[in-house]
Structure formats: structure tokens, C-alpha cells
């Protein structure tokens, strides 16, 4: 059976990413914070949940357990990702909210990767990382700064492994999404609807989970099998410079 990982399953484009990695003929096994009370979408696509906090070794260390003992993995998709509790001024960002970030986003990503590529190696039989980075790798907001530096921390951590990796037949890749549609964009939809009514995204609309999802799929299933440590953004072109 070729088992997928993907973290950050509950939310908007961890769920859209493991159902169509399901669909596609995957068995996913997939890590949230949350206890999953309405299991029904997971249960029909034999998806796995493994409850625990990505920032926490015992936990990562649990979920790896749970994917190997299942079958041979394929796929690692980092997809669980926060941002901070509170916006506040570069000026005014606390320590406690960049260990917060950070240890999630950035270390989290780094040590669960290090252990799935280690079991991959022990396999010899490749595979595919990818990564959800951010287009706040690359663009600066100056009240959520923690977040870009985790996210630009992501790019690395996607370059690093894909040169280390190369040998081993693993690609690793990110994606960087840019205004998704999911609960982490909730409380600021205001704000990016009048932005995306401004002109702001070029394609004029949101992106939606499943947007982000089909690009994962695609550096997953071997699509972009000469692909690798690059990066796929996917924000209906808000990336362009125009004059
Ligand atoms: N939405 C956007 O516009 C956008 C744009 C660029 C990049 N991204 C990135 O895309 C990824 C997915 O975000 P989303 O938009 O789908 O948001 P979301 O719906 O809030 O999903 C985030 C997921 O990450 C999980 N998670 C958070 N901390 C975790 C931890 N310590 N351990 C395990 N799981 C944890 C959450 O689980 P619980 O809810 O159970 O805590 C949730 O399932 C994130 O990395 C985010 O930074 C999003």
C-alpha cells in the first residue's frame, strides 16, 4: 500500500490535499491538533487521523509509527502551518509568538521531514516531499512577520532536502500558496475581499483549497518527476509586477 503523510489534515487545504491524494489511489495517513468529531469525509476516503501537535517529537515520532506500520511511504505533504495569535507591529512581536510560529511552521516541518526521509532512504525506494510554504516566503508584512520569516524558513527547508535528497530518487518541492479560502484567512476576509476587488489578485477571486491541492497532487504523483526544489506558487498571479 504507498502511504501519503500529510499534516494539518483538519484544515482547509490539508483536507482538500489528502482527499484527492486519496482519490488518486493513496492510503493517507494525516496529522491534526484538533479531536476530529465529525469523522464522516475521512472515514469514506480511508483516511487515518492521527491526532497530535506537530511541534512535539513524541507526536511526530507517533504519527511516523502509525504511517510505517501500514505500509511503505511515498508522499510527505507539510501542510499544517499557523499564524501568529495576534498581528502586531514588527516593533512590537513578542518571543513567545516567534517560538510559537516558528516551532510549528519551521521546526516542525524540518524534524517530521528529517524523520520521513530518513525511513524513506531505509526503503530505497524514493519518493515525494512537498511543502506548503507561502507567497509571505517572499513578500513582506510588516504585522505578521514571524509568520514570513517561518515561511521563508519553509523555502529553505525545501532547497536543503531537495539537494540532500536528489541521490536518494526524492524530490522535494514547495508550493506557495496566496489567498486561500480557509479558516486561517477567516478573520481577515474583509480586508482581502476589498483588496481583491482593488485588483489585487489578477485571476479576481480567492483561490480555493482544492486549487492548492491539485498543484500538491501533481508534484506528488510524478507529473513533475524531473522537478525538484522548486517552487509552484499558485496565487492567481497576485506574484506579477505591473506598471
Ligand atoms: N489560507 C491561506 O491563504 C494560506 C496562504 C499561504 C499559505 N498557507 C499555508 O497553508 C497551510 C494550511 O493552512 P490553511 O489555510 O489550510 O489553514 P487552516 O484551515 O487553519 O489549517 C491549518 C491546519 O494546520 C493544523 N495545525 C496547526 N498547528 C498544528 C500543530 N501544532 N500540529 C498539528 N497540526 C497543526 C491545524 O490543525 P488544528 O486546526 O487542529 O489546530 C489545521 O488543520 C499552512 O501552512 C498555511 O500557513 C495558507
Not at 79 to 87: D, E, I, S, T
Not at 161 to 180: H, K, M, Q, Y
Not at 219 to 230: E, H, I, R, S
Request: net charge neutral.
Amino acid at each position: 500500500m504507498k502511504i501519503a503523510i500529510v499534516t494539518g489534515v483538519a484544515g482547509g487545504i490539508g483536507k482538500a490535499s489528502a482527499l484527492l491524494l486519496a482519490r488518486k489511489g493513496y492510503t493517507v495517513v494525516g496529522m491534526g491538533r484538533r479531536p476530529l468529531f465529525d469523522r464522516t469525509d475521512f472515514d469514506r476516503a480511508g483516511i487515518v487521523y492521527v491526532q497530535g501537535d506537530l511541534s512535539v517529537a513524541e507526536d511526530r515520532s507517533r504519527l511516523l509509527e502509525q504511517a510505517c506500520s501500514m505500509g511503505e511511504i511515498g508522499v510527505l505533504v507539510n501542510v499544517a502551518g499557523v499564524a501568529p495569535k495576534q498581528r502586531l507591529d514588527l516593533l512590537e512581536m513578542t518571543e513567545e509568538s516567534y517560538d510559537y510560529v516558528m516551532g510549528i511552521n519551521t521546526k516542525g516541518t524540518l524534524f517530521l521531514t528529517q524523520a520521513v526521509a530518513n525511513e524513506m532512504i531505509r526503503r530505497g525506494k524514493g519518493g515525494s516531499i512537498v511543502n506548503i510554504s507561502s507567497c509571505s516566503a517572499y513578500t513582506s508584512s510588516v504585522n505578521r512577520g514571524e509568520y514570513c520569516i517561518s515561511k521563508a524558513g519553509v523555502s529553505m527547508i525545501t532547497k536543503l532536502f531537495a539537494d540532500r535528497l536528489s541521490s536518494e530518487g526524492i524530490t522535494v518541492n514547495e508550493v506557495c500558496p496566496g489567498i486561500i479560502a480557509t479558516e486561517m484567512t477567516a478573520g481577515v476576509k474583509e480586508k482581502y475581499d476589498r483588496l481583491i476587488a482593488d485588483g489585487l489578485v489578477p485571476l479576481g477571486r480567492w483561490g480555493t483549497p482544492d486549487d492548492v491541492a491539485k498543484a500538491v497532487v501533481a508534484l506528488c504523483d510524478g507529473t513533475f518527476g524531473y522537478t525538484t526544489g522548486a517552487s509552484l506558487i499558485v496565487d492567481g498571479g497576485m506574484h506579477i509586477r505591473s506598471l
